[in-house]
């Protein structure tokens, strides 16, 4: 065995799903080509910071690139804000270095301890789907080291095919090495932030159709437990950049581009040490805390927020998934499209307030426009998250949710799964055939799997 190579048990973030993986660290790109020429394992799949849920990054008995220490910015364009690096780039580390220097990230997802490689491996999408589409559509492009062992450049117009069969393809046409992406400008490290208190979903949709486009950013928590005529009363949060003109004088100003803006640190500040015994996230306690932080919370308009919190705000607790026990839990993230989808979100949160499933953090988006990525998971209407812990009878549960879904024309997504069935998969995703095709011709010799694509049959 390679001395690189260690054999580890690993999981995604929700703990749930687990596997023996042979992984290897490279600490050059020559060193990724030369394990998938090596032969020592039948089949090896990338791994970013792990925090796709479910099973995506892990290969049980099989071999996992795990590129973290590729992690170099390349170069950087001031005058457009682009930048080049490595695929084990973090977004904590882009932050970190450009915001105080005015470029924010073009589209963020509720964590910044992601990777470059599993933000454009998902296609992730941010509270800004709604105006700007997937992370994707600010890659500009990408270095893709395919299964055969070729290096290829891919942008939206040139190997594009490829390009959108990689973003949203959940490292299975191969290890992105680098990428180059557009950053966005900023000229404070605040978000002013309107609050509305919706009484139910109806209240919370209606206000979301209304004011959405005045917003960059969109978001509401939601009271998953809540019934009857309060069926999915929210706090709706939506915010814009704060100018540094109109801020106070104690808030922090970065004057763009010049370097002089203030550190920004992005460290978790606490850390959940130990496993809560499980179970201690249960209805009774989900419930009480609930009614605290719906009353908590009341309409009001243009607070200023942090980026941190407005952004992260379960990045201040690392380990914070340990919350949920040793047993793990399941994050269970649908889109359902615009037509159907105020019906669909009725229906499955009716059945998750009645099933005694407690999920602690829910969230509730609109999407925009679906974008070209073949597998990619958002769809012009609406996304709901739901985080529940692992219990007895979660998954045939979680499976009445996805018919639930498919029969409103919805889908599950994959970053997140851990249960859904392939029949299930192979409905919810019509551009499948294409994947599949543009896969098989780059990884011939099928050298390229994962326990997710095992489970879902993608490659079948
Ligand atoms: C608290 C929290 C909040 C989140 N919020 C959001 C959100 O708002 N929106 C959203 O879209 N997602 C969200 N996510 C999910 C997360 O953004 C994605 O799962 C992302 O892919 C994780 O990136 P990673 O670097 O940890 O990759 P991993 O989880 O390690 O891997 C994810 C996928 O990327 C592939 N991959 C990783 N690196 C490479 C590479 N170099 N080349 C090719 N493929 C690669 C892996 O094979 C795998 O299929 C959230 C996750 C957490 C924990």
């Known amino acids: 065995m390679n001395p690189a190579t260690s054999t580890q048990k690993l999981s995604g973030w929700g703990r749930f799903r687990t596997g023996s993986c042979h992984v290897f660290r490279p600490e050059k790109r020559s060193e990724v080509a030369a394990a998938l020429a090596s032969g020592e394992q039948s089949t090896y799949i990338p791994r970013g ?18 590129p973290i220490r590729l992690n170099r910015f390349l170069s950087f364009d001031d005058s457009t804000g682009e930048i080049e690096c490595e695929s084990g780039v973090s977004l904590a580390e ?11 990230l073009p589209v963020s997802p509720g964590t910044k301890f992601v990777t470059v490689g599993g933000a454009i491996a998902a296609d992730i999408h941010g509270k800004n789907h709604h105006r700007d589409g997937t992370f994707s559509n600010f890659v500009q492009s990408l270095e893709l080291l395919t299964p055969a062992g070729e290096l290829l450049r891919c942008t939206p117009a040139n190997n594009s ?10 490292g299975l046409t191969g290890v992105i090495l680098s990428a180059r992406l557009r950053l966005r400008q900023v000229d404070s490290t605040n978000v002013f932030v309107d609050y509305y208190k919706a009484v139910n979903l109806e209240d919370a949709l209606d206000k979301m159709e209304t004011s959405d486009a005045r917003y960059d ?3 509401a928590w939601i009271d998953a437990l809540s019934t009857g005529k309060a069926l ?16 106070p004088s104690r808030a922090r100003k970065l004057p763009p581009g010049t370097g002089n803006g203030a550190a920004v640190s992005t460290r978790p500040k606490w850390n959940l040490l130990a496993d809560f015994p499980s179970g201690t996230l249960n209805q009774l306690t989900v419930k009480a805390f609930n009614a605290v932080y719906y009353a908590i919370h009341s309409t009001a308009p243009r607070q200023l927020v942090s980026f941190e919190k407005f952004f992260y705000p379960l990045d201040a607790i690392d380990n914070w998934n340990r919350m949920y026990g040793k ?15 105020r019906e669909g979100l009725r229906v499955v949160l009716d059945r998750l307030a009645r099933s005694g499933c407690a999920s602690f953090l829910a969230v509730l988006k609109r999407f925009g426009e679906a974008g070209p990525g073949l597998l990619s998971f958002p769809l ?16 045939p549960f979680l499976h009445e949710l996805d018919r639930m879904t498919l029969d409103h024309g919805g889908r599950v997504y994959l970053a997140k799964d851990a249960v859904l ?22 990884d011939p010799k099928r050298l390229f799997s994962s326990s997710l694509a095992r489970r879902l049959k993608i490659l079948d």
């Open 49 to 66: 910071l792990g925090r796709s849920y479910g099973d995506a990054s892990l290969n049980e008995n099989g071999g996992v690139i795990w």
């Open 94 to 104: 882009i932050l970190e270095f450009f915001l105080p220097r005015g470029w924010f």
């Open 161 to 170: 095919e490829i390009f959108w069969a990689t973003a949203g393809g959940m």
């Open 217 to 219: 950013y969109s978001v």
């Open 232 to 247: 999915g009363r929210c706090i709706l949060m939506s915010g814009n950049h704060a100018p540094a003109s109109e801020l």
């Open 327 to 341: 047993d793990g839990f399941v994050q269970y993230q649908i889109a359902l499209p615009q037509a159907s989808g």
């Open 380 to 395: 012009h209407g609406y996304t709901l998250a739901l985080d529940i812990p692992v219990r007895r009878g979660l998954i």
């Open 421 to 442: 069935r392939p029949e299930d998969f192979a409905a919810m995703y019509p551009k499948l055939d294409s994947f599949r095709s543009i896969q098989r011709r780059l």
